[in-house]
DNA sequence: AAACTTTTTTAAGCTCACTTAAAAATTATT
DNA sequence: AATAATTTTTAAGTGAGCTTAAAAAAGTTT
């Protein structure tokens, strides 16, 4: 499969179950960078190969074939991410822009050979799950957006979700990182901002950082 | 660059340095499997953009730049075999076929941590010699093919040089292995067959084998 | 509800990397 | 050297994946 169509139901699954954002053809064109036209085209081919169910002005719905696409995609992504990061002490924002790019030549039998080489993980370094060879993924996920947290309570950073490169940056040079134990100190109702002590420093997070970073309990 | 672009121009440095066959618009299709008629177009889009000299019916000849282009995938192709190779315990073919895909998708910066990882090596599985970051090729080539071996002499196998999935299921059944030993038994003037000794066994080689499995004495 | 704004779709057109068929040139054969 | 066979080039056309511009529909504001 070509790589435009594998990064469209790619972008419609992560859209739906990800950014939580919906799957208009509009919607799934601003993050692909292409035009609204192109994505409507798109949309109409991939509905006759039945990947997606298209209805004009309506949301795009991957069929089982489509999502069994996307998930298989975002397994090679997420193999190859946890796979650099443990070998070449690359950044956050490194792999994901490699693995951007390998995802899209990885065989099957290479996805495998690299889960194994791993110990078939779960997760990835962002803390995203990884899926398994049949695309499921079997971890539930328990976790809550920093935005969330309660204060006066500790836990552990458990996702960090996005592929902004400053936000990495951001991270990396405070600590915040895939396992890491932080206290929340303080939710600012009004302000949106959220306070948190890790390694001994404290950090005011504004609404755009404390809702993409997750954690669980500890 | 795109995919067509670096497989043609890849194509053609390895006709001129390692097939040792001819740089025509038609063996270059023959090759990568596309028609005539497309490799000429492709010649004198690719001469335009200076990445190769194109004349009427003579060779393709590739400039510096192109030269450049194709050494680096070279490179980045031989460092992906010498990778899987060494991590996940593939076979020759498998290697080749996963790197011929990978190699176009993959950065200066990773090559180069995958070059580094692997302690710089300037050989690939196969005894092909990677190029460095700059393209160069510092190692000289003082192995033969066995065709040309002397009788009653040890040798070491330095290179398989092939990408034939018949021809490495073979190698690999007969213990015909990057840096194994062999003895050369006798060479067949008339029928062209080497004979040699390997592991105590006895193998005898057609023309076909015995020019793309090289050697250097012992 | 009408008017305005935004989004989506349609339409026409482009580039890349191919194809087949025919013409032209080269190479091989007698 | 003339003819036949092969190779290369030219010409015309295709599909994928885009673009911009205009038309149509949906959503928002007053």
Same mark, same amino acid.
Request: no cysteine; charged share 25%.
């Given at each position: 499969m070509s790589v435009?169509?594998?990064n469209f139901v790619k972008a419609i699954y992560k859209n739906k179950h990800q950014d939580n954002l919906d799957t208009k053809p509009g919607t799934i064109a601003k993050k692909l960078r292409i035009s609204n036209a192109a994505a409507t085209d798109m949309s109409k081919k991939l509905a006759e190969r039945g990947l997606l169910q298209y209805e004009k002005y309506q949301e795009l719905k991957l069929t089982g074939k489509g999502t069994a696409m996307?998930?298989?995609?975002?397994r090679?992504?997420?193999?190859w991410e946890s796979f650099l990061f443990k070998l070449f002490d690359m950044s956050l924002h490194d792999i994901h822009r490699e693995a951007e790019l390998l995802e899209h030549e990885t065989s099957d039998f290479l996805a495998?050979?690299?889960s194994e080489y791993l110990g078939n993980p779960k997760f990835d370094p962002h803390g995203d799950p990884i899926p398994?060879?049949?695309g499921e993924i079997t971890t539930?996920? +328990?976790? *809550?957006?920093l935005s969330e947290a309660e204060?006066?309570?500790?836990?552990?950073?458990?996702r960090l979700m996005s592929d902004d490169k400053e936000f990495f940056d951001f991270c990396a040079m405070n600590g915040l990182k895939y396992g890491n134990s932080l206290a929340v100190v303080k939710q600012f109702k009004n302000t949106k901002m959220t306070q948190l002590l890790i390694n001994t420093n404290t950090i005011l997070l504004n609404q755009d950082f404390s +809702?993409? *970073?997750?954690?669980t309990e500890k």
């Open positions: 435009a169509v594998e996307a998930l298989n995609v975002v090679k992504h997420r193999l495998d050979k690299i398994n060879a049949d539930k996920n +328990t976790s *809550i957006a204060e006066g309570k500790q836990y552990i950073i458990s +809702t993409i *970073i997750y954690v």
